[in-house]
C-alpha cells in the first residue's frame, strides 16, 4: 500500500509565498511522474504541476513564471513552491503520483487527501 501525505497549505495573502510538500510512504520501486493537482469550490480538478524523474516539468499556464516544482527522489518527495500568490490560486492542492511498487509491476496511480490553500487579504 502506497500514501501520499500532504503538508504546508495555509492562509496567505496576496503576493506572498508558500511552499506544499508531499511525501509518499509504503512498498515503492520507483515513482514516474510525481506532481500536483488543485479544485478550486465548484470547479473541475487542474493540473498545477508534473515532473518525470530526470524529465523537464510541465506547469498550467496560469501557474508559468510564478510556481516551481521539485523532486526529491531519494526521499520519494515532491515540492511545490508557490510565489507571487494570486486569490485565484485559492485550491485545495492534491499530490499525484504513478507507482510502481515492485520490479515488472504494473503502474498505479495514488492521490494525496490534500491541503488548502487559500489566498485572502
Known amino acids: 500500500q502506497v500514501q501520499l501525505v500532504e503538508s504546508g497549505g495555509g492562509l496567505v495573502q496576496p503576493g506572498e509565498s508558500l511552499r506544499v510538500s508531499c511525501a509518499a510512504s509504503?512498498?515503492?520501486?520507483?515513482?514516474?511522474?510525481m506532481g500536483w493537482y488543485r479544485q478550486a469550490p465548484g470547479k473541475q480538478r487542474e493540473l498545477v504541476a508534473i515532473?518525470?524523474?530526470?524529465?523537464?516539468?510541465n506547469y498550467s499556464d496560469s501557474v508559468k513564471g510564478r510556481f516551481t516544482i521539485s523532486r526529491d527522489i531519494a526521499k520519494n518527495t515532491v515540492y511545490l513552491q508557490m510565489n507571487s500568490l494570486k486569490p485565484e490560486d485559492t485550491a485545495v492542492y492534491y499530490c499525484?503520483?504513478?507507482?510502481?511498487?515492485?520490479?515488472?509491476?504494473?503502474?498505479?496511480?495514488?492521490w494525496g487527501q490534500g491541503t488548502q490553500v487559500t489566498v485572502s487579504s
Open positions: 499525484y503520483a504513478v507507482v510502481v511498487t515492485a520490479f515488472g509491476a504494473s503502474p498505479r496511480a495514488y
Open positions: 515532473k518525470t524523474s530526470g524529465g523537464s516539468p
Open positions: 509504503g512498498t515503492i520501486f520507483s515513482i514516474n511522474p
